[in-house]
């Protein structure tokens, strides 16, 4: 960390000298060493769930094995490609976040309309196991891509709704911010995060307890896509957190992003 790397080519010039080509390939060994990271992540992650599958498969080979028990495999094997696609579905909204541009697909996105489904997939989700609470106080839309906000603010709902013991409480806005632009917050009254895990939470398979997320359904990429989505949007993630206590999440919009409702 932080010691520079270089490529130095020395070439013939002329009679008895030598040109000598020294380059910076910091960034490059970085890149590539983030993109294998990346890959075996992801091959981690699909190689637990395909094993289950292979092994349920194998033992349904056993012709002598109860209806009972054949119809709980086959449950067990459904779970475990749920997982798969989601994670797969993820993986391709991230590449799809890396390689186009936002300005194509920009509309007046009106946060009211997303805070309708956002309460209903959240109350759905929670199963009356949360309190939860929506206000949009702020009268003025985000000039934006609405398909990326509505996954932006649903993956930090989500979040809030995984990390929250049954009765604990969420609340989710759309306010003003201190300088005149517009932010969309999420509380929780959760398990929180330790403050040395915050500022890695955003990375991609980033999770600060694998099983509990892997158990509620977690693929670790939801924050990666959160942060991706707000800064094509000029706004930036905040994460305040205590542990035992609760996190609050929010993505602040500049003022230049608002737009009047009608
Ligand atoms: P995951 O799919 O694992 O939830 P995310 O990228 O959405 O992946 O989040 C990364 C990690 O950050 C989670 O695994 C969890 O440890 C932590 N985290 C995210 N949101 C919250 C929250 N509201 N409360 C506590 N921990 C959280």
Redesign the pocket.
Known sequence: QGSLMLMVQIFPYGENRKLLLSQDITILKKNESMRQDFVANVSHELRTPLTVVSGFLETLRDLKISKVDQSRYVDLMYAQTSRMMTLVEELLILTRLDSSPLTSKTTKVIVEDLFDKLLVDAKSLSQGKHLIEANCSLKMAILGSDSELLSAFG??I???I???PEGGKIIFEWKSDQDGGGVFF?K?S????ASE?IPR??E???????S???D???????????KHVASRHNAVLKIE?ELAV??D?SIHFPKDRLVELN
């Open positions: 993956n930090l989500v979040n809030a995984r990390y929250t999420v929780d959760g398990i929180g995060i895990h939470i955003t991609r398979f980033y999770r600060v307890d694998r509990r997320s892997r509620t359904g977690g693929t670790g990429l939801g924050l990666a896509i959160v957190s609760g996190s999440f």
